[in-house]
């Protein structure tokens, strides 16, 4: 059976970016569902078309893309993608929560968006296996930066990549009847344990 393309939408106030991501994302074998000019129009068109993940400008007229993301997952959560026209901190310090899973600055190119979707999904399912440990989203959050630094762990440690990290930690949590977040934690206290012995050696 066909794989059925991921369904994305769009937006951005620069139709230009628009009528771009609608052509690229097609060639990267997506489907567009929806493209909107400004932050509510996108709201709307999502509640209307359920995409599977939405790729917007962070700076729109009406809504930004952080709270049109808050907005949206309030009703069903979906990953999102944020474009932005210059690195800012305080907005990756902001889209570092909820269902944000990616940050791109443009000009945004066809391999960047290539590599970066696949990466979304991936965060997004891994976000959902632990709301679905947790007691709730809140939860889930703090329970993502954990997963995350373990995960940053083990790619370093181990010389792996990102989701081969992640499956590595349910395959433990599995095997041991433990939840991830459990052993994502005692990886974390590991590495800190091996940190104190390598300062060691290096102070004697």
Known sequence: MNQQPLRIAVADDDRDIREYLQEVLPRLGYRVTASAAT?????????????????????????????????ISRDSPIPVILLSAHHDADLIARAGTDHIMAYLIKPVSEADLKAAIPLA???????QVLTEESAGLRQALEDRKMIEKAKGILMRRLRIEEEDAFRRLRMLASSQNRKVIEVGRQVIAADEVFHQLEQLGHGG
């Open 39 to 71: 932050g509510r129009e996108l709201v709307d068109k999502c509640r209307a078309e359920r995409p599977e993940l939405i790729v917007t400008d962070i700076k729109m007229p009406d809504l930004d893309g952080i709270d049109m993301a808050h907005a």
């Open 121 to 127: 999904m991936q965060r997004f399912r891994q976000m």
